[in-house]
């Protein structure tokens, strides 16, 4: 199995705006920046966020996308359209607060099949809390689960995808790793649930992202996956490979072996500090396509097969410089 389909934060685009618009005034516009990712070589798909970029009629904006000669592989949502959300989303304790935020993401799961896409990836970044005693953990779980179900039920020939996070924008995150995404799936009970993984977000929750994916695909199913990379301490958003080449690789080569057919996600920020965007996509692209040549590698050698038999960390790890780095 290859991987086809390359996506992207269409938001990245609006980095360096001279080099694309040098006559422009202001910040770009949603169709100014899809059209600029079209621009990258081997870029396939975008992602829009709800509602951010999808004001008008979804149909309309696929089609003008479609035009670009890109695809729309989904929505994610963001809530940020009630300054009340801060403090939650799902779990608010205010009724009519929660009630807005399903609402809202079932308009959004509206827009994605109006444009042809069936995956919705949920972030839920403000349900979580700042302090010790600032939560019943039982209720505000419960209030996560009845959200997270509602949504699901609402269509359920569309893909529900949750995106963990350790933190921010609160301090801690209800769904903050793979296992409690997992649990919270199992307890939601919906069948068209499954899960995102974020390299960088997986890192800083003090993952092996490879292991993670596994388990996913294990007790549930892996709906997309963002490339990037950082540091481990917060979400960098720097290019793949950039820092952690090796676990890069190793989620690579699992996916892979597990069956993940969707999208390659670059959710990277260029825009951080003003980088060529387009420059930086096709970068994350041809670093993928070189690891996962390097993953057929490593899946052709015995050798790697018989050091997992014996978990010599000592060979495997030759082999894997020499694959990388040449013997």
């Not at 829009?48 to 149909?59: E, I, M, R, T």
């Not at 009724?95 to 099949?113: F, P």
């Amino acid at each position: 199995m290859t991987f086809s389909r390359f996506a992207t934060r269409l938001n990245s685009f609006a980095s360096a705006p001279q080099l694309f618009w040098p006559d422009l005034n202001g910040k770009p516009t949603m169709m100014q920046m899809a059209e600029r990712a079209a621009s990258a070589k081997g870029l396939t798909d975008l992602d829009l966020n709800y509602p951010d970029h999808v004001s008008d009629d979804p149909a309309a904006i696929a089609r003008r996308i479609g035009d670009f000669g890109l695809s729309i592989n989904g929505l994610a949502m963001r809530y940020y359209t009630n300054s009340a959300f801060k403090l939650g989303a799902f779990t608010n304790p205010d009724r009519a607060v929660r009630q807005e935020a399903i609402d809202l993401t079932k308009r959004g799961i509206d827009a994605a099949r109006a444009m042809g896409a069936d995956l919705m990836t949920i972030w839920l970044g403000q349900d979580g809390f700042d302090y010790n005693f600032q939560l019943d953990y039982e209720r505000a779980w419960d209030l996560e689960i009845e959200g997270i179900r509602a949504v699901a039920e609402h269509d359920p020939s569309c893909r529900i995808s949750i995106e963990y996070k350790p933190d921010e924008p609160r301090a801690h995150s209800l769904l903050r790793d793979a296992a409690t995404t997992l649990l919270a799936i199992a307890e939601a009970g919906a069948p068209n649930l499954g899960v995102t993984i974020d390299f960088a977000h997986s890192l800083y929750a003090g993952e092996q992202p490879a292991f993670a994916a596994h388990l996913i695909h294990r007790r549930s199913r892996l709906f997309g996956v963002h490339l990037n990379d950082g540091y481990g301490k917060r979400d960098d958003g720097l290019m793949v490979g950039a820092v952690h080449l090796r676990s890069t690789l190793e989620l690579l080569r699992q996916i892979r072996r597990d069956g993940y057919d969707g999208a390659l996600y670059f959710d990277t920020f260029p825009d951080a500090s003003g980088l060529d965007p387009v420059a930086e996509c096709e970068a994350n692209i041809a670093t993928v396509q070189r690891l996962l040549a390097i993953a057929d590698r490593l899946d052709g050698d015995n050798r790697l097969a018989d050091a997992f038999e014996r978990q010599d960390a000592v060979v495997s790890q030759r082999i894997v410089n020499e694959a990388l780095i040449g013997a």
